[in-house]
C-alpha cells in the first residue's frame, strides 16, 4: 500500500480523497495556488505544496509544477480527482516514467477514451449503442452546417476534449449550428487547449443515464448500477440520483453489460463511468466515458456501501477486487443536490464573494432512518473565486426508498444556511418539491421545460401562505412579549401585547388573532386556529417550528420592519403590524426601481471578452452585443429591442462586477 499519496486537485474533491486516505493510515500531500492558500483541503492534509497563481492554466493544470510538487514530497501516488488534470494521458505518463503511480487508468486508456471521437469508434466496435453522428473533425462553421444539416436537426455541437457541459451547443438551424461551433471552440480552446469539434444528433426527451464501472490490473471489471443525471442547466448536472426511476431490471443489466464491454476493450482499471443518453423506449446510446471520479460519485457510495475513492487506491497499488459482480447490491435510493454559487434569481448567473455564514446540515442518520451526507471543501469565511468551478458542496441525502430520500433531501436544503453570495438552494428544494420531479419524469430537457422563464421563487400556495402566516405572527408574539419584559418595570404599568394583528405576505393582508398555549401559540385566522410552537429566539437565522403536525426549518432574519422568512424555496417578507398601523401603511406609496432600460449591465462578476458592436451603430433584437466569462463559462449578451448604441462603457478584457454598466443605448 502507498505510503503517501499527493492529490493533484481542489475544493471538495480534495476533501474527499483526503477523508480515505486518512482512514487507510496513508499521509496526504495537498496542491495549492494563490487563491487556494487558506482552504480547506490545504488544512486537512498532512503537507501543502504551493504550486504557483491563482489561474488554473498556471497552477493546478501545470503538469511541471505537479510533478516538482511530488518530487519535493516524495509522495509515491497521485490521486487527480475529477476535473483539471485527471484525464490528462501526458500527465498519467509523466508520473509513471518517474515511478510514481496514477491512481486512475493507464494513459492508453485515458487517451482512447478521452477524445470523443475515437471513444464512439472504439464503443462501435465493442459492440455497444451509439447516436448517429460525424466523428470526423469539423474544420469551420460553413462545414459544421452542412453537416447538421445532413444529419437532421436538432443537433449536438460538442469539444472532443469536452466535459462538464462545456464546449456544447445545441443548435436547431443553419444560423444556430454556425454561431454554436464558433461558441463550442472558443469555450474548448479556452478550458481545454484543444478546440476540436464533432456533431452527433441530439435525442430528443433524452434521460442521461451512466454506469459506474470499477476494474484492477487483472482483467476483472463490474459495474455498480446506474445514476439518473437528467436535472441538468446548460448541460451542468445539478442532482443526481441512484438508482435511476427509469430503467427496469433488463435495461440496467443491458447498460451494464455495455460498459463492461468497452472498458474492457480499452484494458480499463480503476474506476470510471460510461455515460449513455436513454430515450423514451429504453432504447439507449453511448455518449462518452469519463476515465476519472465522477462529481456524482457519492450515490453510488451510498446504495453500495462501496468506497470508491479506497477501491481506485487499492487497484492502483496493484490489489485484486474484492468482490464480484454478484457481490454488488443495490440497498435504498440516494440523491446529490449541488449547492453553487450562482444567483437563481439572475438566471442562475456565477455569484463570487466570502461565505459570511455557512452552516450545513449535521451529518448521519436521522431519527426517520435517512443518512445526510455532505462533501464539501469549504467553511464559514472561505472565498468563493471568479477562477475556478462555482460548486459549494454536494449534499448527499439515503432513505430505503425514492420518496425518503427526497423528503430527507427537501428537509435537509431546510437546514442548510449559506450567506454572503448567490446561491442556488432556493432553486433545489423548489425541484424537491416539484411534482414532475417527485413522479419521476425525467428528462435532460426538465429544467428548460419546468422554468421556462427562469427561477423567482416558489410561489406559496394558500397552505404555505397560512403556515408563514402563522409563523411570522408567532414570532412576532414572543417578540412583543419578550420587550415588555424589561427589568425594573412596575407590573401594573407593563405594556399590555394585543391579540390582534394583521399579517401582510406581498399583497395578501391577513388578520389573526394571538395568544398563548402551554407550550406554544394559537393564531387564529379565517376561523381556524394553528397551533405553533419552536425554538425560536432574536437573532436567530434558522429555527425549528411546530406547525400542528408538521415539524420544519424555517431560516429566518429582520428585514427593515418586517420578518425574513425563507422555506422550500419561497423567500417572503411577512409585516406583523396593529389594525391601525396596517392600515396606514396600506397608504403608503411603493418606492419604484431605478430605470436601467437604457443600459445593458454586467449580469455577473466576469471578464468582458469581446464587445460586438460599436457607438452609434443601430442593433436588432438578438443581435450578439457582447461575451462575458466567467467561471470558465462563456455568456453571450444579446439585444432585447432594436436599439442604437449610444455610449460603451467597458473594454474587452475589462473585469466587471456584478451590475456595471458594459454599453447604454440611446
Known amino acids: 500500500m502507498f505510503k503517501k499519496i499527493l492529490i493533484a486537485n481542489r475544493g471538495e474533491i480534495a476533501c474527499r480523497v483526503i477523508k480515505t486516505a486518512q482512514r487507510l493510515g496513508i499521509a496526504t500531500v495537498a496542491v495549492y495556488s494563490d487563491a487556494d492558500r487558506d482552504a480547506l483541503h490545504v488544512r486537512q492534509a498532512d503537507e501543502a505544496v504551493h504550486i504557483g497563481p491563482a489561474a488554473s492554466a498556471q497552477s493546478y493544470l501545470r503538469v511541471a509544477n505537479i510533478l516538482d510538487a511530488v518530487a519535493a514530497t516524495g509522495a ?9 488534470l485527471s484525464e490528462n494521458s501526458n500527465f498519467a505518463e509523466a508520473l509513471k516514467a518517474i515511478g510514481v503511480a496514477f491512481i486512475g487508468p493507464s494513459p492508453v486508456a485515458i487517451e482512447a477514451m478521452g ?3 475515437t471513444s464512439k469508434q472504439i464503443a462501435a466496435s465493442a459492440g455497444v449503442s451509439t447516436v448517429p453522428g460525424h466523428m470526423g473533425l469539423i474544420e469551420d462553421a460553413e462545414e459544421a452546417v452542412r453537416i447538421a444539416s445532413e444529419i437532421g436537426f436538432p443537433v449536438m455541437i460538442k469539444a472532443s476534449a469536452g466535459g462538464g457541459g462545456k464546449g456544447m451547443r445545441i443548435a436547431w438551424n443553419d444560423g444556430e449550428a454556425r454561431e454554436g461551433f464558433h461558441s463550442s471552440r472558443n469555450e474548448a480552446k479556452n478550458a481545454f487547449g484543444d478546440d476540436r469539434i464533432f456533431i452527433e444528433k441530439f435525442v430528443t426527451e433524452p434521460r442521461h443515464i451512466e454506469i459506474q464501472v470499477l476494474g ?13 443525471c437528467s436535472i441538468q442547466r446548460r448541460n451542468q448536472k445539478i442532482i443526481e440520483e441512484a438508482p435511476s426511476p427509469f430503467l427496469d431490471e433488463a435495461t440496467r443489466q443491458a447498460m451494464g453489460k455495455q460498459a463492461i464491454a468497452l472498458a474492457k476493450a480499452v484494458g480499463y482499471h480503476s474506476a470510471g463511468t460510461v455515460e449513455f443518453i436513454v430515450d423514451r423506449d429504453r432504447n439507449f446510446y453511448f455518449l462518452e466515458m469519463n476515465t476519472r471520479l465522477q462529481v456524482e460519485h457519492p450515490v453510488t457510495e451510498l446504495v453500495t456501501g462501496i468506497d470508491l475513492v479506497e477501491e481506485m487506491i487499492r487497484i492502483a497499488a496493484g490489489q485484486k477486487l474484492r468482490f464480484g459482480q454478484e457481490d454488488v447490491r443495490l440497498n435504498g435510493w440516494a440523491i446529490e443536490s449541488r449547492l453553487y454559487a ?26 426517520d432512518g435517512s443518512l445526510i451526507r455532505n462533501d464539501t471543501g469549504v467553511v464559514e469565511g472561505s472565498e468563493i473565486s471568479m477562477h475556478y468551478d462555482p460548486m459549494i458542496a454536494k449534499l448527499c441525502t439515503w432513505a430505503p426508498d425514492r420518496l425518503g430520500a427526497i423528503n430527507a433531501m427537501a428537509a435537509a436544503l431546510d437546514d442548510f444556511e449559506v450567506e454572503g453570495i448567490g446561491h442556488n438552494l432556493p432553486f433545489l428544494a423548489a425541484v424537491m418539491d416539484h411534482p414532475r420531479f417527485r413522479g419521476g419524469r425525467l428528462s435532460t430537457a426538465f429544467i428548460a421545460e419546468e422554468f421556462p422563464d427562469g427561477f423567482a421563487g416558489v410561489i406559496p400556495t394558500d397552505g404555505d401562505e397560512r403556515k408563514l402566516t402563522a409563523v411570522a405572527a408567532h414570532i412576532n408574539w414572543k417578540l412583543q412579549h419578550r420587550n415588555v419584559l424589561i427589568s425594573g418595570a412596575m407590573d401594573n404599568h407593563r405594556r399590555k401585547v394585543s391579540s390582534d394583528w394583521i399579517v401582510t405576505l406581498g399583497d395578501h393582508a391577513f388578520p389573526v388573532a394571538v395568544c398563548n398555549q402551554e407550550d406554544a401559540t394559537a ?50 417578507v411577512a409585516h406583523v403590524r396593529s389594525p391601525p398601523i396596517a392600515e396606514l401603511a396600506r397608504l403608503m406609496p411603493k418606492k419604484q426601481p431605478p430605470d436601467t432600460s437604457k443600459l445593458l449591465l454586467c449580469p455577473m462578476p466576469g471578464v468582458v471578452t469581446a464587445i460586438a458592436v460599436s457607438e452609434g451603430e443601430s442593433v436588432e433584437a438578438g443581435q450578439v452585443l457582447a461575451t462575458v466569462e466567467a467561471m470558465k463559462m462563456e455568456n453571450v449578451l444579446r439585444a432585447e429591442r432594436r436599439a442604437v448604441i449610444k455610449r460603451i462603457a467597458a473594454k474587452a478584457g475589462a473585469s466587471l462586477a456584478v451590475d456595471e454598466p458594459i454599453l447604454e443605448f440611446e
Do not use: C
Open 76 to 84: 509515491d501516488a497521485v490521486h487527480p480527482g475529477y476535473g483539471f
Open 342 to 367: 450562482e444567483d437563481p434569481y439572475r438566471n442562475f448567473l456565477p455569484s463570487i464573494g466570502r461565505l459570511t455564514r455557512y452552516r450545513p446540515p449535521a451529518e448521519g442518520a436521522r431519527a
Open 216 to 228: 484492477d490490473q487483472y482483467g476483472n471489471i463490474v459495474h455498480l448500477g446506474e445514476r439518473e
Open 523 to 572: 393564531v387564529t385566522f379565517h376561523g381556524s386556529v394553528l397551533s405553533i410552537g419552536s425554538d425560536w429566539l432574536p437573532g436567530w437565522h434558522i429555527a425549528h417550528f411546530q406547525i400542528g403536525t408538521e415539524t420544519t426549518s424555517i431560516k429566518t432574519s429582520r428585514s427593515g420592519t418586517g420578518f425574513r422568512l425563507r422555506w422550500r424555496g419561497m423567500d417572503v
Open 115 to 117: 477524445d470523443k471521437i
